[in-house]
């Protein structure tokens, strides 16, 4: 796979990531209104409006808007399932420690790992850092590609499917669109 | 899992070894625990107890016993707080829990089913009394259960057994003759955060103000120990 | 799909807020390899992994069903030297032990302890909740009991035989055979290609005297030395290889690195240097309990049973007790209220306290004048005393005459024989034969009297004591020791207010090198209430069955071809060093003192100079050790910075270490041979005092280890080793005809079964023999599975009772027995020794001074009597380091990983004032300095601690059991962090230069190694 698809990929996954990770603000939309010009994909909307979808869309568990960020909520009903404990021992081997990236302070307070912004952060730093580390760059790309099979491609494209469907804002129906996207990525050779 | 071993817990389900004793008694025990903490040595021999009787992860504790070090008139003193989930009368744990998994069993032992539990963790958040944590094994909610498996096996829990003091009493409060009841006749006795209207049923005897309310987070140093059940570090 | 074709990476900065990584954190990442669980439902629902009990007892019947999965093993826990009886609970199929809790028969873990009649069964009842009997009843383990057994499955544990390769301390090893082993231990050879190694065959010589010039020395065989660990129930096995069977009189246990001090202040005061008997409070019934250098609850021996005793007492019983330490623990809890003291007091100085304390009760008049009037066992039993002392004897105090230091004899004044003492007669007045005498005595008088045609100067013993404690005032006594005046005075008040239910005891607190001289007095005051053998006093402990003894069924102490140890000890101990040929030799030229090394008369069990006198081959060389059940070079403080001499082989040529373990010690050896652990081997012991009825524990192999075996079948140990050794060696005592029974017909000894089972015979038929087991009380604690090995070795009538001995874990007396009327039931019955003419008889081999024959205050001193004070001036040196001990942690336990989680690590506790001096607070690092070496420490301010104090628990900064990188052959074992957290503090104990050679500093009477009060300053990190 060229460099550039890995530079790609990493990117699309880092920047998914990152708005699920941090709550909208003045800085993330103009950031964000610098890479999509199109207005068909993102317009600004207010922020508290942003704010609130935040909010309901993430954490609030009797908000009909809710729609649990966890794999294992997804797949299999419950907080920690098999998921988060097989995704638990990916960081630990890996050593991939969720509370290092720049995130809010509450998904850092809890500690589940199979957050969906923690994995797809996880996702693109295994592809930076086969990108950073030529000896290591086939096993990592292997154990990247093992990842994405276990624990993006089985869950994200029916996660981010449904956010496009019931986000209200546009930005939150772009993180659909770019969820999608991430679960669609191929690090097939050629 | 060892197929004999399955077996011979499902020989003591708690209606078969205490078939007897519906039959004779009108009504459930209440089960409850008194701590005489003037006979608390803090040899953490109940940790150690509770820990290995019901294979607990390393690091995870369902009963501690915090040690601190007080000011108490003028004069340095030493004092130890052997703690456990309280299995209180009004608990705050079993109102959040979303799935039923946790509830109060009519012999007052409070439970939970760890075929319902989610893992959510607000029971764990809700205790006020810092008792539950998430077993990083079953990755279900945790805690005392009084040792359910021996107590209805006409056995004491492990740690009651283990006390080198001999200041942990279990029993039952309905029957008028038991040690507890005795004790509790007996001795003016205290509750942890008896203002929070949990009603617990863990009671102790000789419990310093200092220690009651605030759980110790006050005292002037934590020697060793555990400040609080369950939390890792 | 491929990815649209946005260009992302052109279009974002890394930095920004749509980037997560902080710099560089997203690209080192390591790959992942796959292949393992995903998670484990709990077993129940409810109880989640909870062990399944032991068995279900009805709530109405109390009827009992046991588990067919397990068995219940009363035996025996040597995780410290309480060695208290235990119930180990054993899985069948797995033969892992599971848990373990108290023996309901034994009264270190039960009070009251079940009776001995009680079947198995029946004691599960009472364990239960059946009618809340195991409230009461309940039989416990500590802290360290319970989580002691997960040592057994360390995978850091020794299994093979091990080699060294390379020089010793290198921490490479090489397994071998069995075979190997024996082979190369006995014959010798050019072991380590370094040249020529004496094997024990060759070591082995009864007859030819090691220096021909001092045959008092003893024969060749003394250059095998074995220095052992504490009486943990084996030791009279190795002592039989050692002593009985190879013949060196070099054979110890621990004590000189222990509680010597403590042990020789009661030989003193019991008058048996000896067999150094001891004592302990009757704790049940002791209304006031002094407690110096030792804090009951905290640690001390027997720990479960003193805290047990304590919480009864100070709560619904009458006791008041003060800690007097410089380290205050949990024994003053703030629950006891007042019933509870804690008196701070600068390291080294709790003789002073002890000395103003005398001091003032003589002067008050508030001893026991009845008590110590009494002039003899005839005269105190009249007067309705239960003991007696030799307060009224007179000493002789005269430096003219040759007699000075004695107790005047009868017939040195014509009125009795030569065994028996002088008094004068409170009646009438006149010097009698203390034998004689039918009345009380004088206690004071300081007269001279006439021995042939000289009037020499006499005093009596309690004059004596009253004039040595008076030759400081309190005042000075105060500030020698850091306590007030009035804090002096009203102990002493305090103390003397109880009539006999007052009691002073100590113990590890006083191993510093004035120690014998500060327990001598600590113990003396128990005298001067009259508390021994009184209900609520002292008790000297109940005794044991008659187990390695001539005994009821077996003499396991005679055999022939016996031959003993002869000569002197390498630790020159029990042999005044007048009586050597150096001391000889010196004389005629000169000034035959110092010595070339000291001599240590009255001590016993030595252990540090066992090491000593091996590294400074004085007063031979040694050409083999043998460490078993030990780790000196841990536990003696100083001694780990002056490793080289024991590293070079020329030194001592052959060291063996049998241990499951690599300890420190076993870690600079030459060959480890593994040992069975915590219930895998057989033992027989007894309590160390602190009971009040005979009681012999037992021990035998609940599980199996799980070391390689021997051709016999048995796993490697110290025992299968010993007896294969020695019948490789044709010794006499082992192989086919080796134990006599009753009748003189001889048994074998080729397995360790084959002693111990013997040993328990004889426990169980010691007086009236105890009922046979029955096929439940077999079938409850395993037996059922050891049966076939009592057929082996015990005659039919033997089995079912020795059956009963091992499923109760020994054999005990009803504690109905414990007390007669107001009085113990056991007494002691030799007098008190207000003076010790033994001890006066004696001399400082450094510097020919007589030591002084009572109690006194001494500040900490080298060998040669100059002060510590003046070589480490407080300018200087402004901290005392202590070493206090953890109710979890000791030296041997640290593999227990529940203990390590519990308390992962020891801190440097210091007072808040000095903290705030230095500008430090808890959790900062600190640099400890001694004349020896540096640790670098976390900080723990209190406020219960002596200013000027720094106070370390005993049991952590290990540098060898794994947390060093060692290999087994192809195996490498990566250190392991969590084994050396922490700081030993005897690695930084001190040396004594008054002495030529390697040295450690030591109590100047008794040698016991000094590991508190060390001079020490501070440096931030």
Known sequence: ??????????????????????????????????????????????????????????????????????????????????????????????????????????????????????????????????????DAA????????????????????????????????????LLGTLTCEVAEISLEEG | MDPNRRHFLELFVPTKAQAGSLQSQSRSPHYAMLIDLRRCVGCQACT???????????????????????????????????????????????????????????????????????GCAYCVQNCPYDARFMNEQTRTADKCTFCIQRTSNGLLPACVESCVGKARIFGDLNDPDSMISKYLRDNPVQVLKSDKGTRPQVYYISLDGALQNTLGEEATSLIQGRRSIGKRG | MKI??????????????????????????????????????????????????????????????????????????????????????????????????????????????????????????????????????????????????????????????????????????????????????????????????????????????????????????????????????????????????????????????????????????????????????????????????????????????????????????????????????????????????????????????????IRWIIENGRYNEQFLSQPNAAAAKQAG??????????????????????????????????????????????????DRANGPARLFYAETIKVKDQQIAVKTALQVLFDEARKQTLAEYSEACGVPVKTIVRLAQEFTSYGRRAVADTHGGTMQSNGFYTAYSIVMLNALVGNLNWKGGMSSGGGRYADVKPGPRYN?????????????????????????????????????????????????????????????????????????????????????????????????????CIDSFVSETAAECDYIVPDTSLYEYFASTTPWSG????????????????????????????????????????????????????????????????????????????????????DEDMNLTGLDRFAPRLAEVLKPEEQRKVAYVMSHGGRFESEKESYQADGLTHKYKAPMQIYNETLAHHRNSMTGERFHGTARWIPPVFLNGDKLSDTYPAAKWPFKLVSSKSQFMNSGTISAKRLRDLKPSNELAMHADDARRLGVKSGDRLRLVTASGEAVGVVSVRDGIMPGVIGIEHGFGHWRFGADAMSFGQQKLTPDSAYSAGVAINRLGLTDSSRPGVSTLADFVLGANARNGLPARVEKV
């Open chain 3, 4 to 357: 649209k074709r946005r260009n992302f990476v052109k279009g974002l900065g890394a930095v920004g807020a749509l980037g997560v990584f902080a710099a560089g954190s997203a690209s080192t990442l390591k790959a992942v390899s796959k292949g393992w669980w995903a998670g484990e439902k709990p077993v129940d629902l409810l109880a989640g992994n909870a062990l399944p009990p032991e068995c279900s007892v009805d709530p109405e019947t109390g009827e009992v069903i046991a588990n067919p999965d397990q068995y219940v093993a009363n035996g025996l826990c040597t995780a410290c030297t309480s060695l208290c009886g235990i119930r180990a609970r054993v899985d069948r199929k797995t033969n892992q032990v599971l848990r373990v809790s108290g023996n309901p028969y034994h009264p270190l873990s039960t009070a009251p302890a079940l009776d001995y009649d009680v079947r198995i069964s029946d004691s599960f009842k009472a364990m239960s909740g059946f009618k809340g009997q195991g409230l009461e009843q309940r039989s416990v383990a500590c802290s360290r009991g319970n989580a002691a057994l997960d040592m057994l499955a360390d995978p850091k544990r020794v299994l093979t035989p091990l080699k060294r390769v390379g020089s010793r301390g290198a921490g490479q090893w090489e397994p071998i055979s069995y075979e190997q082993l024996l082979n190369e231990v006995v014959e010798g050879g050019n072991l380590f290609g370094e040249g020529q190694v004496d094997g024990l065959r060759a070591i082995r010589d009864t007859k030819t005297p090691i220096d021909p010039n001092a045959p008092e020395l003893g024969p060749r065989s003394n250059q095998l030395a074995m220095i052992n660990g504490f009486k943990n129930g084996r030791l009279s096995f190795a002592k039989r290889f050692g002593v009985l069977s190879f013949g060196s009189k070099n054979f110890t246990g621990h004590r000189g690195n222990c509680g010597l001090t403590m042990r020789g202040g009661y030989a003193a005061l019991l008058g048996d240097w000896k067999k150094y008997p001891h004592l302990k409070p009757d704790y049940s019934n002791c209304e006031y309990y002094l407690s110096i250098g030792t804090a009951p609850g905290n640690a001390g021996n027997p720990f479960k049973r003193q805290a047990m005793l304590l919480a009864e007492a100070r709560s619904t019983g009458k006791m008041k007790y003060v800690i007097v330490d410089p380290v205050q623990s949990n024994s003053n809890s703030l629950a006891s209220g007042t019933r509870s003291e804690w008196l701070p007091i600068t390291p080294g100085t709790d003789g002073a306290l002890v000395m103003g304390m």
């Open chain 2, 48 to 118: 150690i107890a509770c820990g290995m009787e019901n294979r607990l992860p390393e690091g995870q504790h369902r009963t501690t016993v915090a040690d601190y070090e007080l000011m108490a008139f003028g004069q340095t003193r030493r004092a130890v707080l052997p703690r456990l989930c309280n299995h209180c009368e009004q608990p705050s744990c079993t109102a959040g829990c979303p799935t039923g998994a946790t509830y109060k069993r009519e012999d007052g032992v409070v439970v939970v089913d760890s075929s319902m539990c989610v």
């Open chain 3, 691 to 774: 009971t009040l009825t005979k009681i012999s524990t037992v021990g035998w192999p609940a599980v199996d280890a799980p070391q390689q075996t021997t051709p016999a079948g048995d796993p490697i140990s110290m025992e299968s080793f010993l007896i294969d050794v020695a019948k490789r060696m044709d010794l006499p005592g082992f192989g086919d005809k080796a134990i006599p029974d009753a009748d003189g017909k001889l048994w074998p000894l080729n397995r360790p079964q084959d002693w111990y089972l013997r040993l328990f015979a004889n426990i169980a038929f010691d007086g009236k023999p105890v009922p046979d087991a029955n």
């Open chain 3, 385 to 434: 005393e239960l003991s007696w002392s030799n307060a009224t004897h007179l000493v002789v105090t005269d430096s003219s005459s040759p007699l000075d230091g004695t107790i005047l004899r009868a017939d040195a004044l014509g009125i009795g024989s030569a065994e028996s003492m002088v008094v004068i007669d409170q009646a009438s007045g006149q010097p009698v034969a203390q």
């Open chain 3, 556 to 656: 396991m102490v005679k055999f022939p071809g016996k031959v003993g140890g002869k000569g002197v000890t390498i630790s020159r101990q029990d042999f005044p060093y007048e009586k050597t040929s150096e001391y000889k030799r010196k004389k005629k030229t000169g000034n035959p003192y110092p010595a070339d090394g000291p001599w240590f008369p009255l001590a016993a069990g030595l252990q540090p100079e066992f090491v000593l006198g091996g590294l400074n081959s004085y007063p031979y060389p040694l050409k083999a050790v043998m460490f078993w059940n030990t780790n000196p070079v841990y536990g003696q403080s100083g001694l780990s910075n002056q490793l080289d001499k024991l590293r070079d082989p020329k030194r001592i040529p052959l060291l063996i």
């Open chain 1, 1 to 134: 796979m060229s460099n550039h698809a890995l530079q790609e990929a990493a990117a699309v996954s880092e920047l998914a990531a990152a708005i699920y990770l941090k709550a909208p603000s003045a800085e993330l939309i103009n950031e964000l209104k610098s890479v999509f010009t199109d207005p068909e994909e993102f317009s600004e909307e207010p922020l508290n409006l942003l704010l609130e979808e935040y909010h309901e869309l993430f954490f609030n568990p009797v908000s009909t808007h809710f729609i649990c960020p966890f794999e294992s909520f997804a797949r299999e009903q419950r907080y920690w399932g098999e998921a988060a404990i097989d995704v638990r021992e990916y960081y630990r081997q890996a050593e991939f420690d969720p509370q290092s990236l720049r995130s809010e302070v509450y998904w850092k307070n809890q500690r589940m790992p199979d957050q969906i912004g923690f994995e797809m952060a996880f996702f693109s730093a295994l592809l930076k850092s086969a990108e950073a580390q030529a």
């Open chain 1, 138 to 173: 086939d096993e990592l790309l292997k154990t990247a590609r093992m990842f994405h099979t276990e624990h993006i491609n089985s869950w994200m494209g029916e996660y981010g499917a449904r956010l496009q469907r019931e986000a209200r804002t546009s930005l939150y129906r």
